[in-house]
């Protein structure tokens, strides 16, 4: 267990009024004990209690064992996967991992009518989003690698190439630099840029397009994510407005970046120019989103979010112009709340670029 970590959580229980929860999300459970399992459809739990008191319950085919800190109960395949846990927990409220499968917590349910099942995941996601040293070194590492990969992934724009090519490309250029796995890299041409989770199809490249690369993978655990727009052989003079537009929105919105600013008003920020450009009605999703260990995680940077910018926080600032039938714009870069100010860890450049 990592004890300044568990200690955060445990204070955090006692904010939220938890007396127990059940943590169960792969993620989660990496971040407090340092064991990196992927149950699939098995059970694996681990029960905290604000007492400091801490089990883990799971398949006996993780291969996991007790420790003096923490107790491993195994169950193996066929038995009733919940049943060691639901004769553990305490009766009353129980706070549960929000990724926790319903066919476990409705199992848990039947077993002990006497607990009461309420969200729980908040005291490990907020405590998430504060990276430690060692967070905040591994989020400088992989986003460091993302600058050299989205360079290598440009560098492969030519006549005739697919969409799907070069996301294998991006996917190579990390593995070569070792990230941990591969996966699904957003590579839009032209009209495909339109829409915002469009993924490398079998599109060829075609000159005047916009070229949209969103590339991001983990390496050691921790997520990098990064966008960049180019334009192949011409750039018309909309598309340079609106690279521009969605520039200075990012740019906007960057700057405004210090301990205490909430994070709603970084979206109104970036919103504003967009807006005040002609394409409010084009930008037509949050701002950004938290970053670590999963790639998507708390903090939402959206306009409703209740989020205040704090010290550690890594977060995607990733404004976006969709024009459906014709090209997007969006530039992500990840940055981290310092003491007095952020650090934008993507040093790739921002520039327009026109590939010849
Ligand atoms: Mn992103």
């Known amino acids: 267990m990592n004890q300044q970590r568990l200690q955060r959580v445990l204070a955090g ?9 059940l943590v169960t999300a792969t993620t989660s459970l990496y971040y407090l004990t340092g064991y990196w399992v992927e149950p699939h459809e098995r059970m694996i739990a681990l029960w905290l209690c604000a007492d400091g008191k ?3 319950f799971g398949n006996e085919i993780f291969g996991l064992s007790s420790t003096r800190e923490l107790p491993f109960v195994a169950h193996k395949d066929g038995d009733d996967p919940v049943a060691a846990l639901a004769a553990a927990v305490r009766p009353g409220k129980l706070g549960i991992d929000k990724f926790w499968y319903s066919k476990f917590l409705i199992g848990l349910m039947e077993h002990r009518p006497d607990v009461r099942p309420v969200l729980g995941s908040q005291p490990v996601d ?4 504060y990276k430690d040293e060692a967070e905040r070194q591994a989020m400088r590492h992989a986003s460091a690698m993302n600058d050299q990969v989205m360079a290598a992934a440009i560098a492969g724009l030519k006549a005739g190439v697919r969409e799907n090519e070069l ?3 991006v996917n190579r250029e990390y593995l070569a630099r070792g990230a941990d796995c591969e996966g699904t890299q957003l590579v839009c041409f032209g009209p495909n840029g339109a829409d915002p989770h469009h993924s490398g199809d079998g599109t060829v490249l075609k000159p005047g397009d916009s070229v949209i690369f969103d590339i991001f993978t983990p390496i050691s655990r921790y997520w990098c994510d990064m966008t960049r727009t180019v334009f192949y052989k011409t750039v018309s003079q909309k598309q340079r407005q609106v690279y521009e537009l969605v520039r200075r929105a990012n740019e906007a919105a960057e700057a405004a970046i210090r301990p205490g600013v909430p994070l709603g008003k970084l979206d109104e920020i970036a919103r504003k ?10 930008f037509t999703h949050r701002l ?7 790639c998507h995680e708390p903090p939402d940077v959206s306009g409703v979010s209740q989020a205040v910018c704090q010290p550690g926080m890594v977060f995607s600032i990733e404004p976006g112009i969709y024009l459906p039938g014709e090209f997007g714009v969006r530039i992500e ?3 981290m709340v310092t003491e007095d100010g952020c650090e934008v860890l993507n040093k790739y450049p921002k520039d327009l670029q026109v590939i010849e």
């Not at 229980?13 to 929860?21: F, H, N, P, V």
């Not at 907020?126 to 989003?129: P, T």
């Open 13 to 21: 229980m006692k904010a939220a009024g938890l007396e127990q929860i």
């Open 126 to 129: 907020e405590n998430r989003q």
């Open 167 to 169: 996301a294998a490309l």
């Open 288 to 294: 950004g989103h938290g970053c670590g260990i999963d």
């Open 54 to 56: 801490a089990v883990l």
């Open 333 to 335: 870069d990840l940055v």
């Open 273 to 282: 120019v967009i807006t005040e450009g002609g394409y409010g009605h084009c």
